[in-house]
């Protein structure tokens, strides 16, 4: 409709096999509102949508419709209508709204009115005088404890979550990194929510309605919607430990943290000795009497030990020289003398440094903001036709998890380590796409067995 300042508002109509219900909704939308605009989104229904809207397009020429070759599901379909829209600046409001008529078009006038003192208004069922009408005891009470389920994980004060009726004025829209909203279904509201409210501190108001049974055809309510709601949540949750103060930490927070590790009761060390068992499994594949290895960020070399005995040489770089000082007195109790063991930042190398047929880090890259540059140093440092191998705990896992609850309180003197971010397989990927160097081949696995949640990206030089 067309505002007092000149401006327009939109509701994108996501459909999929809608073609009598649409047939009601649009009528029903324009015969309010003559000076709304619509953009119905269609994902290639096979039967016969976008020809009845194309039919109504004669009748209304604010409707239009945005035609997708498949179906990729709603929050992809609303990503494709919303960067599309947020370039016309004539745009006030974009409004979301399912077309099978569960969303009321009498409550389009409550979320118009919100939205000149708000950024965000939603269409709320779980507030005062909301709710739901005809749907049974069971889906009434999923769909109200699992508001309550993603409202917890996602740290929101927004009642209704998982809301499809919302109204976001245009700036809104225009400021959103959709590559950072991973959910391509249903979950794609919840996600962007907490988009607007913890990444862009949108003012948002709650307004109620009540929540009708579809008009016509099938709910698009499955099983994968289902398992998409209950694991979007959780993403939420890490995303909201999202910000590291101590990113890029320096040689005196290192040195603190490690005198932490030795001056505390924690289960630091005995994880490591599980960990090292299976790396060495791993990497020992990658070593023979002629491999000249390096490992960088060493700390106290406790795989070193096991590794400079199947190498040729082994080499340590690391930042902090008291615990260099450890690693040292441990080789030469284990009787080792084919290592090198030397304070080194590894950002203020020269490019004379020695080449390494096997260059290795474990728990390094990730303390460090600048990812690609410092896998470009791994692959300046390694010989021709030598590999790098680079093991990170995995974003998601159970270290993830643990990392997020130990910043919470005392049980951070268990995980004394400096802050962190956390690796998929996405995002070495995106981040090997970034390097200069030259390198013929990688992989990127997952260190087995899976649940000891590494990372491991293997580049042959």
Same mark, same amino acid.
């Given at each position: 409709?067309?505002?007092?300042?000149?401006?327009?508002?939109?509701?994108? #109509?996501? /459909?999929?096999?809608?073609?009598?219900?649409?047939?009601?909704?649009?009528?029903?939308?324009?015969?309010?509102?003559?000076?709304?605009?619509? $953009?119905?989104? &269609?994902?290639?229904?096979?039967?016969?949508?976008?020809?009845?809207?194309?039919? $109504?397009?004669?009748?209304?020429?604010?409707?239009?419709?945005? +035609?997708?070759?498949?179906?990729?599901?709603? =929050?992809?379909?609303?990503?494709?209508?919303?960067?599309?829209?947020?370039?016309?600046?004539?745009?006030?409001?974009?409004?979301?709204? &399912?077309?099978?008529?569960?969303?009321?078009?009498? !409550?389009?006038?409550?979320?118009?009115?919100?939205?000149?003192?708000?950024?965000?208004?939603?269409?709320?069922?779980?507030?005062?005088?909301? =709710?739901?009408?005809?749907?049974?005891?069971?889906?009434?009470?999923?769909?109200?404890?699992?508001?309550?389920?993603?409202?917890? #994980?996602?740290?929101? %004060?927004?009642? &209704?979550?998982?809301?499809?009726?919302?109204?976001?004025?245009?700036?809104?829209?225009?400021?959103? &990194?959709?590559?950072?909203?991973?959910?391509?279904? !249903?979950?794609?509201?919840?996600?962007?929510?907490?988009?607007?409210?913890?990444?862009?501190?949108?003012?948002? +108001?709650?307004?109620?309605?009540?929540?009708?049974?579809?008009?016509?055809? %099938?709910?698009?309510?499955?099983?994968?919607?289902?398992?998409?709601?209950?694991?979007?949540?959780?993403?939420?949750?890490?995303?909201?430990?999202?910000?590291?103060?101590?990113?890029?930490?320096?040689?005196?927070?290192?040195?603190?943290?490690?005198?932490?590790?030795?001056?505390?009761?924690?289960?630091?060390?005995?994880?490591?000795?599980?960990?090292?068992?299976?790396?060495?499994?791993?990497? @020992?594949?990658?070593?023979?009497?002629?491999?000249?290895?390096?490992? #960088?960020?060493?700390? /106290?070399?406790?795989?070193?030990?096991?590794?400079?005995?199947?190498?040729?040489?082994?080499?340590?770089?690391?930042?902090?020289?008291?615990?260099?000082? +450890?690693?040292?007195?441990?080789?030469?109790?284990?009787?080792? %003398?084919?290592?090198?063991?030397?304070?080194?930042?590894?950002?203020?190398?020269?490019?004379?440094? @020695?080449?390494?047929?096997?260059?290795?880090?474990?728990?390094?890259?990730?303390?460090?903001?600048?990812?690609?540059?410092?896998?470009?140093?791994?692959?300046?440092?390694?010989?021709?036709?030598?590999?790098?191998?680079?093991?990170?705990?995995?974003?998601?896992?159970?270290?993830?998890?643990?990392?997020?609850?130990?910043?919470?309180?005392? #049980?951070?003197?268990?995980?004394?380590?400096?802050?962190?971010?956390?690796?998929?397989?996405?995002?070495?990927?995106?981040?090997?796409?970034?390097?200069?160097?030259?390198?013929?081949?990688?992989?990127?696995? !997952?260190? %087995?067995?899976?649940?000891?949640?590494?990372?491991?990206?293997?580049?042959?030089?």
């Amino acid at each position: 409709m067309d505002t007092s300042n000149g401006m327009k508002d939109i509701i994108l #109509l996501p /459909t999929y096999n809608e073609r009598e219900n649409v047939k009601i909704i649009i009528p029903e939308i324009f015969a309010s509102y003559p000076e709304i605009n619509i $953009l119905v989104i &269609d994902d290639n229904s096979p039967d016969g949508t976008v020809e009845e809207v194309e039919k $109504l397009m004669f009748r209304y020429q604010n409707l239009s419709v945005l +035609k997708r070759k498949g179906k990729e599901g709603l =929050g992809k379909a609303y990503v494709d209508a919303m960067q599309r829209v947020r370039e016309d600046k004539e745009v006030r409001a974009v409004i979301t709204m &399912d077309a099978d008529g569960s969303h009321g078009v009498k !409550y389009l006038k409550d979320l118009l009115r919100e939205i000149e003192d708000y950024d965000l208004v939603i269409g709320s069922r779980y507030i005062k005088d909301g =709710g739901v009408e005809n749907w049974e005891l069971w889906r009434k009470a999923l769909s109200k404890y699992g508001n309550l389920y993603a409202k917890f #994980l996602a740290g929101l %004060k927004i009642r &209704d979550i998982t809301a499809g009726f919302t109204c976001a004025r245009r700036e809104l829209l225009e400021r959103i &990194d959709f590559d950072q909203i991973g959910s391509s279904g !249903y979950a794609f509201l919840m996600e962007l929510k907490f988009y607007f409210v913890k990444t862009l501190n949108a003012k948002v +108001k709650e307004v109620p309605i009540i929540f009708f049974q579809r008009r016509e055809g %099938k709910t698009k309510f499955s099983r994968r919607i289902l398992f998409e709601g209950l694991r979007a949540p959780w993403k939420l949750f890490f995303k909201r430990f999202g910000h590291h103060k101590d990113l890029n930490a320096g040689k005196k927070s290192w040195e603190k943290c490690w005198e932490k590790q030795y001056s505390t009761i924690n289960i630091i060390n005995f994880g490591r000795q599980i960990y090292n068992f299976f790396l060495f499994k791993f990497l @020992k594949k990658f070593i023979n009497k002629q491999t000249d290895f390096l490992e #960088l960020g060493c700390g /106290t070399a406790s795989l070193g030990l096991r590794l400079a005995k199947e190498a040729n040489s082994y080499t340590g770089f690391d930042i902090a020289p008291n615990i260099l000082e +450890k690693a040292r007195a441990s080789f030469i109790k284990n009787n080792i %003398k084919n290592f090198i063991l030397k304070e080194k930042d590894i950002f203020a190398l020269s490019e004379e440094e @020695k080449k390494y047929d096997l260059v290795w880090s474990q728990g390094l890259i990730e303390h460090f903001e600048n990812t690609e540059k410092l896998i470009d140093i791994h692959l300046r440092l390694c010989e021709k036709g030598g590999r790098v191998i680079i093991s990170v705990p995995a974003k998601y896992s159970y270290h993830h998890l643990w990392y997020i609850l130990t910043r919470l309180g005392p #049980l951070k003197k268990f995980w004394p380590w400096t802050d962190c971010i956390f690796i998929s397989k996405k995002y070495f990927q995106e981040k090997m796409g970034l390097i200069k160097n030259e390198f013929s081949q990688y992989e990127i696995v !997952y260190l %087995k067995p899976k649940i000891l949640g590494l990372t491991v990206l293997i580049i042959r030089k």
